[in-house]
């Protein structure tokens, strides 16, 4: 069964960032599940992932533009540390979720004072050239569920 729109694809990956591994799901055990055509993943790795069926292994790489788009050096905001969903203080470079009126977003923490933190909200993999090695585990219809709420549900339900 090949790729394509509106059907569950399961893959194993490792993210790669110059020649260091971000990520690495092949470690956390679980492929990845999402429902192709729905926007569960970047829109470039859902095209190079068309018509790769089971067993397909694929190296991909995707320019920031194609990735998490470009670093827009303006986008520095101070918070409030109340906002921050982890509630020990943050360190410089740390990556830390905010709450915003769109629900939670990553940040990266720019400098710590002793009542805000100053933080980048571009998406902490914008500006890079990624490298994906993508192996397909799973390629199947959806179930009725799933399509109705356009998402992949994981084994045990839910896979958000």
């Known amino acids: 069964m090949l790729i394509e729109k509106d059907k569950v694809v399961g893959f194993h990956y490792r ?5 260091e591994v971000l990520e690495d799901s092949y470690q956390d055990g679980q492929p990845v599940l999402y429902l192709q055509g729905h926007n569960g993943i970047l829109d470039a790795l859902e095209g190079e992932l068309a018509g790769k069926q089971v067993g397909d292994k694929v190296d991909i ?3 920031a533009e194609q990735a998490y788009g470009v670093r827009n050096p303006d986008a520095v905001e101070r918070i409030p540390l109340k906002y921050l ?3 020990k203080k943050p360190k410089k470079d740390q990556i830390v979720r905010v709450n915003t009126q769109n629900g939670p977003k990553e940040v990266v923490v720019l ?3 002793r009542f805000n933190v100053d933080v980048d909200t571009n998406h902490p993999l914008a500006g890079k050239t ?3 090695d993508i192996e397909i585990t799973e390629v199947r219809d959806p179930t009725e569920e799933e399509l109705s709420h356009g998402h992949a549900h994981g084994a045990g339900g839910h896979q958000h």
Request: glycine share 12%; charged share 30%; no cysteine.
């Open 15 to 19: 993210l790669y960032e110059e020649g």
């Open 61 to 63: 790489t995707l320019t």
């Open 85 to 87: 969903l982890e509630k």
């Open 111 to 113: 400098k710590v004072g």
């Open 130 to 132: 990624l490298w994906f």
